[in-house]
Each structure stands twice: as structure tokens, then as C-alpha cells.
């Protein structure tokens, strides 16, 4: 099926450093989120990106979050500057559209450890 | 507001026997999309199957159908046959109609598969 590339798989920093998570959505894909999976428990989501923009976003996309894709490159998630409440598995997904289209696939994660 | 609740938290079943696992969602909306992901021992996220809510009929693909029930607001997965590999995390999803593409995930519930 089609695959969503994340990149690094992990990614261990220090507090207050700045960190981007980086992810290569499915090819034909419009739309793309992230979400938070702390150790243990469900996923949450906290942005939706659509043409340049954000979409939506939720509590949890805190103002020290940020999200791109510039150029049709990498859609990225940067937290600057991280803290400790940051460490989690970070997923992000991409889905065609909406409606008869709304399967979102998701990529592998990223496993991020602030120290 | 919107909630997805799985309240089995493991199950263990023996490999080729069939697996029901209970989901119950709340949302205000009469259009919305329900979805079953599976979360591998690697942490790899599997979309498996969805149910539209305008849909009667329930969703079948391969060894997984669903067992929708809008009056109750219900909507269990059930695995045929299962196999050692079907051992994971299962969690059920949904998301609202209209432009929000935000995925609400319920707790997941641990399938061990037992040869």
C-alpha cells in the first residue's frame, strides 16, 4: 500500500534545544497531520496541513510547534524549543483528500527523547 | 464531544479461532467516517478497514469485517480465523464529516494471537 517515510526514526536532545521531524508523505497526497503518541497511551492529533496552511490544530500543537512543506519537500514538525512533555512518538499521516477519500496512512514515527 | 472508547484493554485468543473487539464512539455529526487501524510490535501503523455512517452495510476487506451498529453508536471489528501474525494493537478511530480531518483514536486494545 502506499508509504510515508519519517525521518529520523529517532532523535534524542537535550531541553530547549530546537528539533525537526521530518516526513515524506504518499506522492499524490494533499493533506497532511501529525500526531502525538505518548508511551502507552492513544494518539492524538495536533495538526492538519493543507495547501501551504494550517488547517486545524488542536491543545496540544503548542505555540513552540510549527509546521512546512516547503516546495514540495519534506513535511516538517519543529518544536522550538522542546521540553520534557515533548517526549513521544510523533506520527505523521497523509490522505488524499477528504470525504470518499479519508484514509489517512500513516508513517512509522519518530521516537523523540528530551533529556 | 467527540470520544472513541475500546474498553478491552488485552485480549488473548488462540491462532484460527474469530476475535471481536468492542468499540463505542460519541459525536454530534450525522456524517462521520469510522476506522480500525492495527499498531505492529515495531510500531508501524496498518489502516485495515472503515465504515462510512451513511453506510448500511457492513464493511468487509479480507479477514476483517465490522459489526456497525448506529443506534448504539457501536462499531466492533471482528478478525476471522486469526493468525499469530494478527497479534498487535487495534485501535478504532473516527472522524467527522464537513472539512475536519482530525482522526479521534480510542486507547487501543492488545491482540495476543497464541499458537
Known amino acids: 500500500g502506499p508509504k510515508v517515510l519519517q525521518i529520523p526514526s529517532h532523535q534524542i536532545i537535550d531541553m530547549g534545544q530546537m528539533v525537526t521531524l521530518n516526513c515524506d508523505p504518499v506522492?499524490?497526497?494533499?493533506?497532511f497531520y501529525w500526531y502525538k503518541q505518548i508511551l502507552g497511551q492513544q494518539m492524538e492529533f495536533l495538526v492538519n496541513?493543507?495547501?501551504?496552511?494550517?488547517?486545524?490544530k488542536s491543545k496540544l500543537f503548542k505555540d513552540q510547534f510549527s509546521v512546512e512543506r516547503p516546495d514540495g519537500s519534506y513535511f516538517t514538525l519543529k518544536i522550538q524549543p522542546t521540553a520534557l512533555e515533548d517526549s513521544a512518538v510523533y506520527f505523521c499521516?497523509?490522505?488524499?483528500?477528504?470525504?470518499?477519500?479519508?484514509?489517512?496512512?500513516f508513517g512509522p514515527g519518530t521516537r523523540l527523547t528530551v533529556l | 464531544a467527540q470520544k472513541v472508547t475500546q474498553t478491552q484493554t488485552s485480549i488473548s485468543v488462540m491462532e484460527k479461532t474469530t476475535v471481536t473487539m468492542d468499540c463505542v464512539y460519541e459525536?454530534?455529526?450525522?456524517?462521520?467516517?469510522l476506522f480500525w487501524y492495527k499498531q505492529t510490535a515495531s510500531g508501524e501503523i496498518v489502516f485495515l478497514i472503515r465504515q462510512d455512517s451513511y453506510k448500511k452495510e457492513n464493511a468487509t476487506v479480507g479477514h476483517y469485517s465490522l459489526n456497525f451498529q448506529k443506534p448504539k453508536s457501536s462499531i466492533g471489528l471482528i478478525i476471522t480465523a486469526t493468525q499469530i501474525e494478527d497479534s498487535a494493537v487495534y485501535f478504532c478511530a473516527m472522524r467527522e464529516g464537513g472539512n475536519n480531518n482530525r482522526i479521534f483514536f480510542g486507547d487501543g486494545t492488545q491482540l495476543v494471537v497464541k499458537p
Open positions: 499521516a497523509s490522505s488524499l483528500g477528504t470525504g470518499g477519500y479519508a484514509e489517512q496512512f
Open positions: 459525536t454530534q455529526d450525522s456524517s462521520y467516517f
Open positions: 506522492s499524490n497526497h494533499l493533506y
Open positions: 496541513f493543507y495547501n501551504g496552511k494550517v488547517m486545524e
